[in-house]
């Protein structure tokens, strides 16, 4: 089975500023996905980020990029231009073939300052 | 677009009591995961249905059950309520039907949660 390891329970960021969220994951599966998902305090789960492991190119969505380190198992979650309604709890989460479902990570708080 | 459907959205038992929850995936999802998300907690897997038939079961507690029905719904049954059962109760699904290994992106699409109050 997959784990997920965020180790940075919260963060905060200046408004319009860049700031990196930390991820690790480990996996025996040569098969599997990598998500960012965001959840605001309405508790809506939000896809932000979705990076397949076969990928050796960097996802990126409009001001969200991620650092994929294959050999590393780490999966970092870069957002540009930070706004206030980036605020939320962020999770990382990797659905490996083998066992087919998503498995998250604890979570980080991020928090955006005016 | 349609999204997956959880109802109801909020619940509120008394302990020892039963509460059902029910989620309809997207149309033509066939596989569909419960997740129980604490106060301040990650999200944890229950159980997960393919096809009508349980696929996968997670950390869900003896006095929890679920089903997916011949519509692909799926209903979490949970019995003898305790105050720990408290929690936002997602319901996510995804298809495999898609091209191919590389059509799988192995995403799911959540629903909006029902959140269960115990007191």
Redesign the interface.
């Known amino acids: 089975a997959q784990t997920v390891t965020q180790s940075q329970p919260e963060m905060s960021v200046q408004e319009a500023e860049t700031v990196t969220l930390s991820c690790t994951y480990d996996t025996s599966e040569s098969?599997?996905?990598l998500?960012w998902?965001k959840q605001p305090p309405?508790?809506?789960?939000i896809?932000v980020i979705?990076q397949?492991a076969y990928k050796q190119q960097n996802a990126t969505e409009n001001r969200f990029s991620v650092n994929f380190q294959k050999a590393a198992k780490s999966f970092s979650l870069k957002i540009s231009d930070s706004q206030l309604g980036d605020a939320a709890m962020y999770?990382c989460a990797c659905?490996a073939?083998g066992?087919?479902?998503?498995?998250?990570?604890?979570?980080t708080k991020l928090t955006v300052n005016p | 677009a349609a999204g997956v459907i959880q109802s109801p959205r909020h619940l509120i038992k008394e302990k020892r009591e039963t509460a059902t929850l029910k989620c309809y995936p997207i149309p033509r999802h066939d596989t569909v995961?419960w997740y129980q998300?604490g106060p301040g907690?990650?999200?944890q897997?229950l159980i997960?249905f393919y096809e009508k038939m349980q696929?996968?079961k997670?950390s869900i507690p003896d006095r929890f059950s679920a089903q997916q029905f011949s519509d692909y719904h799926s209903e979490l049954n949970m019995s003898s309520l305790e105050l720990g059962d408290s929690a936002?109760y997602?319901c996510?699904s995804r298809t495999t039907l898609a091209g191919g290994?590389l059509d799988d992106?192995?995403?799911?699409f959540?629903g909006?949660?029902s959140?269960l109050t115990v007191l």
């Open positions: 098969d599997y996905y998500f998902y309405s508790r809506q789960m896809l979705r397949e999770f659905w073939g066992s087919e479902k998503l498995v998250f990570g604890k979570g | 995961y998300q907690q990650d999200p897997f997960s696929s996968d997670g936002l997602f996510a290994p992106t192995g995403e799911l959540f909006e949660g959140r």
